[in-house]
Protein backbone atom coordinates (compact mmCIF):
# COMPACT_ATOMS: atom_id res chain seq x y z
CA UNK A 1 0.00 0.00 0.00
CA UNK A 2 2.66 2.46 0.63
CA UNK A 3 4.65 1.61 -2.67
CA UNK A 4 1.37 2.26 -4.45
CA UNK A 5 0.99 5.36 -2.81
CA UNK A 6 4.05 6.69 -3.09
CA UNK A 7 4.35 5.81 -7.19
CA UNK A 8 0.77 7.79 -7.24
CA UNK A 9 2.48 10.82 -5.37
CA UNK A 10 5.75 10.66 -7.98
CA UNK A 11 3.36 10.75 -10.57
CA UNK A 12 1.01 13.51 -9.26
CA UNK A 13 3.96 15.85 -8.76
CA UNK A 14 5.22 14.85 -12.26
CA UNK A 15 2.25 15.62 -14.20
CA UNK A 16 1.37 18.68 -12.27
CA UNK A 17 5.69 19.39 -13.47
CA UNK A 18 4.65 18.65 -16.93
CA UNK A 19 1.72 20.77 -16.56
CA UNK A 20 3.28 23.92 -15.49
CA UNK A 21 5.92 24.02 -18.36
CA UNK A 22 3.55 23.57 -20.88
CA UNK A 23 1.03 25.76 -19.74
CA UNK A 24 2.25 28.24 -17.19
CA UNK A 25 -1.30 30.28 -17.07
CA UNK A 26 -2.47 27.23 -14.65
CA UNK A 27 -0.96 28.90 -11.19
CA UNK A 28 -0.39 27.57 -7.80
CA UNK A 29 1.32 24.51 -7.21
CA UNK A 30 -1.36 22.04 -6.74
CA UNK A 31 -3.76 21.45 -9.44
CA UNK A 32 -7.04 19.91 -9.15
CA UNK A 33 -7.99 16.25 -10.96
CA UNK A 34 -9.57 17.52 -13.62
CA UNK A 35 -7.06 19.58 -15.12
CA UNK A 36 -4.34 16.88 -14.61
CA UNK A 37 -6.74 14.32 -16.95
CA UNK A 38 -6.97 16.95 -19.30
CA UNK A 39 -3.71 17.92 -19.44
CA UNK A 40 -1.09 14.35 -18.33
CA UNK A 41 2.26 14.17 -19.25
CA UNK A 42 3.05 13.38 -23.29
CA UNK A 43 3.34 9.76 -23.53
CA UNK A 44 6.85 10.56 -25.36
CA UNK A 45 6.53 8.24 -28.41
CA UNK A 46 4.40 7.07 -30.49
CA UNK A 47 1.34 4.79 -30.11
CA UNK A 48 -0.87 2.12 -32.02
CA UNK A 49 -4.64 3.12 -31.72
CA UNK A 50 -5.37 0.36 -28.84
CA UNK A 51 -2.35 2.19 -26.39
CA UNK A 52 -3.76 5.71 -27.15
CA UNK A 53 -7.28 4.62 -26.03
CA UNK A 54 -6.21 2.72 -23.22
CA UNK A 55 -4.00 6.08 -22.44
CA UNK A 56 -6.41 8.52 -22.89
CA UNK A 57 -8.74 9.70 -20.30
CA UNK A 58 -12.47 11.29 -20.91
CA UNK A 59 -11.28 15.05 -20.62
CA UNK A 60 -7.70 14.77 -22.08
CA UNK A 61 -7.21 16.72 -24.24
CA UNK A 62 -5.09 15.21 -26.88
CA UNK A 63 -5.44 14.11 -30.87
CA UNK A 64 -3.93 11.16 -31.91
CA UNK A 65 -3.24 11.25 -35.99
CA UNK A 66 -1.20 7.95 -37.82
CA UNK A 67 0.41 7.26 -34.60
CA UNK A 68 1.40 10.26 -33.40
CA UNK A 69 -0.20 12.09 -29.82
CA UNK A 70 -0.54 15.81 -30.10
CA UNK A 71 -1.90 17.40 -26.60
CA UNK A 72 -4.12 20.87 -27.22
CA UNK A 73 -3.08 23.37 -25.71
CA UNK A 74 -6.14 25.34 -22.88
CA UNK A 75 -8.26 28.06 -24.93
CA UNK A 76 -8.25 31.03 -24.13
CA UNK A 77 -11.65 33.50 -23.25
CA UNK A 78 -12.54 34.41 -26.68
CA UNK A 79 -12.21 30.98 -27.82
CA UNK A 80 -14.33 29.47 -25.02
CA UNK A 81 -17.09 32.33 -25.80
CA UNK A 82 -17.26 31.91 -29.92
CA UNK A 83 -17.30 27.83 -29.24
CA UNK A 84 -20.14 27.92 -26.11
CA UNK A 85 -21.83 30.22 -28.53
CA UNK A 86 -21.76 28.22 -31.49
CA UNK A 87 -22.46 25.03 -29.56
CA UNK A 88 -25.84 26.80 -28.38
CA UNK A 89 -26.79 27.72 -31.91
CA UNK A 90 -26.44 24.79 -33.76
CA UNK A 91 -27.61 22.48 -31.32
CA UNK A 92 -30.87 24.99 -30.60
CA UNK A 93 -31.09 24.73 -34.60
CA UNK A 94 -30.49 20.75 -34.83
CA UNK A 95 -32.78 19.77 -32.16
CA UNK A 96 -36.13 22.14 -33.05
CA UNK A 97 -35.40 20.89 -36.78
CA UNK A 98 -35.26 17.15 -35.49
CA UNK A 99 -31.75 17.20 -37.91
CA UNK A 100 -29.58 14.71 -36.40
CA UNK A 101 -27.13 15.53 -33.57
CA UNK A 102 -24.22 18.50 -32.52
CA UNK A 103 -20.91 17.55 -30.44
CA UNK A 104 -18.65 19.45 -28.82
CA UNK A 105 -14.61 19.10 -28.41
CA UNK A 106 -15.01 16.37 -25.84
CA UNK A 107 -16.13 13.54 -28.32
CA UNK A 108 -13.79 12.10 -30.70
CA UNK A 109 -14.24 11.92 -34.23
CA UNK A 110 -12.44 9.21 -35.85
CA UNK A 111 -11.76 9.30 -39.49
CA UNK A 112 -12.02 6.12 -41.11
CA UNK A 113 -9.49 6.60 -43.95
CA UNK A 114 -6.69 7.38 -41.78
CA UNK A 115 -6.27 6.21 -38.30
CA UNK A 116 -6.99 9.19 -36.21
CA UNK A 117 -9.39 10.43 -33.28
CA UNK A 118 -9.80 14.53 -33.89
CA UNK A 119 -11.09 16.39 -30.90
CA UNK A 120 -13.00 19.22 -33.51
CA UNK A 121 -14.30 22.19 -31.67
CA UNK A 122 -18.20 21.06 -33.25
CA UNK A 123 -19.34 19.20 -35.59
CA UNK A 124 -22.92 18.08 -36.70
CA UNK A 125 -24.20 14.91 -37.80
CA UNK A 126 -27.17 14.54 -39.83
CA UNK A 127 -30.31 11.85 -38.32
CA UNK A 128 -29.07 9.23 -41.53
CA UNK A 129 -25.67 8.95 -40.30
CA UNK A 130 -25.67 8.29 -36.76
CA UNK A 131 -25.46 4.88 -37.23
CA UNK A 132 -21.63 5.71 -36.90
CA UNK A 133 -21.92 6.90 -33.12
CA UNK A 134 -19.96 4.49 -31.55
CA UNK A 135 -19.85 5.19 -27.15
CA UNK A 136 -16.67 7.34 -26.91
CA UNK A 137 -16.36 8.69 -30.95
CA UNK A 138 -18.29 9.46 -34.03
CA UNK A 139 -17.22 7.21 -37.11
CA UNK A 140 -17.12 9.82 -39.95
CA UNK A 141 -17.38 11.80 -41.83
CA UNK A 142 -19.71 14.60 -40.40
CA UNK A 143 -21.68 16.54 -42.31
CA UNK A 144 -20.10 19.51 -40.82
CA UNK A 145 -16.95 20.52 -38.60
CA UNK A 146 -16.29 23.92 -36.98
CA UNK A 147 -12.75 24.83 -35.61
CA UNK A 148 -12.43 27.88 -33.77
CA UNK A 149 -8.60 28.67 -34.37
CA UNK A 150 -6.15 29.26 -31.54
CA UNK A 151 -2.46 30.69 -31.85
CA UNK A 152 -0.95 26.92 -31.46
CA UNK A 153 -3.55 25.40 -33.98
CA UNK A 154 -3.13 27.86 -36.86
CA UNK A 155 -1.38 25.28 -38.97
CA UNK A 156 -3.43 22.68 -37.49
CA UNK A 157 -6.90 23.75 -38.31
CA UNK A 158 -5.77 25.50 -41.74
CA UNK A 159 -3.14 23.07 -43.25
CA UNK A 160 -3.61 19.52 -41.58
CA UNK A 161 -7.45 19.46 -40.54
CA UNK A 162 -8.24 21.18 -43.79
CA UNK A 163 -6.36 17.84 -45.99
CA UNK A 164 -8.07 15.30 -43.21
CA UNK A 165 -11.29 16.68 -43.63
CA UNK A 166 -11.37 16.69 -47.56
CA UNK A 167 -10.19 13.57 -47.67
CA UNK A 168 -12.33 12.34 -45.44
CA UNK A 169 -15.30 13.30 -47.28
CA UNK A 170 -16.53 15.76 -44.28
CA UNK A 171 -19.84 17.66 -45.81
CA UNK A 172 -18.58 21.06 -44.71
CA UNK A 173 -15.59 22.71 -43.05
CA UNK A 174 -16.01 25.83 -41.05
CA UNK A 175 -13.10 27.68 -39.98
CA UNK A 176 -13.85 30.65 -37.02
CA UNK A 177 -10.96 32.47 -36.69
CA UNK A 178 -10.50 35.34 -33.99
CA UNK A 179 -7.40 36.25 -34.54
CA UNK A 180 -7.56 37.38 -38.00
CA UNK A 181 -11.20 38.47 -37.45
CA UNK A 182 -12.99 35.75 -40.58
CA UNK A 183 -14.92 33.20 -41.16
CA UNK A 184 -14.06 30.73 -43.82
CA UNK A 185 -16.39 27.76 -44.99
CA UNK A 186 -15.43 25.26 -47.73
CA UNK A 187 -18.30 22.43 -49.26
CA UNK A 188 -17.10 19.60 -50.17
CA UNK A 189 -17.33 18.62 -54.09
CA UNK A 190 -16.21 15.70 -56.18
CA UNK A 191 -13.26 15.00 -52.95
CA UNK A 192 -12.07 18.77 -52.96
CA UNK A 193 -13.45 21.49 -50.98
CA UNK A 194 -14.76 24.55 -52.83
CA UNK A 195 -14.93 27.72 -51.06
CA UNK A 196 -18.19 28.81 -49.93
CA UNK A 197 -18.93 32.92 -50.63
CA UNK A 198 -19.72 34.94 -48.17
CA UNK A 199 -23.29 37.02 -49.45
CA UNK A 200 -24.96 40.60 -48.19
CA UNK A 201 -22.59 39.55 -45.16
CA UNK A 202 -23.83 36.22 -44.11
CA UNK A 203 -22.48 32.62 -44.64
CA UNK A 204 -24.98 30.00 -45.54
CA UNK A 205 -24.73 26.59 -44.87
CA UNK A 206 -25.37 24.09 -47.96
CA UNK A 207 -25.89 20.56 -45.87
CA UNK A 208 -27.59 22.25 -42.48
CA UNK A 209 -30.86 23.54 -43.50
CA UNK A 210 -31.51 27.01 -41.93
CA UNK A 211 -27.82 27.51 -41.02
CA UNK A 212 -26.72 30.83 -41.29
CA UNK A 213 -23.32 33.21 -39.61
CA UNK A 214 -22.97 36.26 -40.38
CA UNK A 215 -19.57 37.07 -39.22
CA UNK A 216 -19.93 40.44 -37.72
CA UNK A 217 -21.96 38.47 -34.96
CA UNK A 218 -18.75 37.54 -33.50
CA UNK A 219 -16.23 40.39 -33.85
CA UNK A 220 -18.41 43.14 -31.50
CA UNK A 221 -17.73 43.94 -27.98
CA UNK A 222 -20.09 41.68 -27.33
CA UNK A 223 -21.54 38.41 -29.29
CA UNK A 224 -24.75 38.74 -31.07
CA UNK A 225 -27.54 37.15 -28.30
CA UNK A 226 -27.96 33.53 -29.32
CA UNK A 227 -31.98 34.74 -29.93
CA UNK A 228 -31.34 37.40 -32.39
CA UNK A 229 -29.18 34.63 -34.66
CA UNK A 230 -32.15 31.89 -33.82
CA UNK A 231 -34.51 34.35 -35.70
CA UNK A 232 -32.28 34.97 -38.49
CA UNK A 233 -32.50 31.45 -39.11
CA UNK A 234 -36.26 30.81 -38.85
CA UNK A 235 -36.38 29.77 -35.14
CA UNK A 236 -38.51 31.44 -33.13
Known amino acids: MKIERSTSERWRRKAEAAVHRRFPQFGGDSLGDEVLEAYPPHPGRR ?26 SPVNAEHDNIQGWLMTV ?6 EGELGKVFGAEFALRLAHLPSHRLPDLYFVSEGKLAGLQRTFFMGPPDLVVEVVSPDSIERDY ?35 KRIAEKEGAIHSAVLPGFLLKPAWLWGTKLVKVSVALRAMGVK
Open 47 to 72: MTEDAFLGWVKERTRAEWVNGEVTMM
Open 90 to 95: LRTLVD
Open 159 to 193: KEKFADYEKAGVGEYWVVDPLERRVTVWQQGRGKF
